[in-house]
């Protein structure tokens, strides 16, 4: 691994995980933004085989930006990106086989 071509390496990650309607969106709003976290943003949605786009998640670090910007239209925000997760995990979000259907729960 190449330090300047693929950057610092990643000590202890942290991946935040939910389902629907369990209080996921709020969480992110909260976390998104400290500097110490990335996460993909709708850019990736739109363009999951360009890296280079997950850069753009801290563009509001970059001066002349600050924390006003972060809300505006057309600047990074968090979302699930199923392409990119997709692209990095064939088959992720395909149901196991063999696992109960929810008919199968509810009897």
Same mark, same amino acid.
């Given at each position: 691994?190449?330090?300047?071509?693929?950057?610092?390496?990643?000590?202890?990650?942290?991946?935040?995980?939910?389902?629907?309607?369990?209080?996921?969106?709020?969480?992110?709003?909260?976390?998104?933004?400290? &500097?110490?976290?990335?996460?993909?943003?709708?850019?990736?949605? @739109?363009?999951?085989?360009?890296? /280079? $786009?997950? +850069?753009?998640?801290?563009?509001?670090?970059?001066?002349?930006?600050?924390?006003?910007?972060?809300?505006?239209?057309?600047? &990074?925000?968090?979302?699930?990106?199923?392409?990119?997760?997709? @692209?990095?995990?064939?088959?992720? /979000? $395909?149901? +196991?086989?063999?696992?109960?259907?929810?008919?199968?729960?509810?009897?």
């Amino acid at each position: 691994m190449n330090a300047a071509v693929d950057g610092p390496l990643i000590d202890r990650p942290v991946f935040v995980v939910g389902t629907g309607r369990s209080g996921l969106t709020p969480l992110m709003d909260l976390i998104a933004y400290h &500097p110490a976290f990335g996460w993909p943003s709708q850019y990736n949605e @739109r363009l999951p085989r360009v890296r /280079a $786009v997950s +850069a753009l998640s801290r563009i509001v670090d970059i001066p002349p930006f600050d924390s006003r910007v972060k809300f505006a239209r057309g600047v &990074p925000k968090h979302t699930e990106a199923y392409p990119l997760w997709a @692209r990095c995990f064939p088959g992720f /979000a $395909v149901p +196991a086989s063999g696992a109960p259907d929810a008919a199968a729960r509810a009897t």
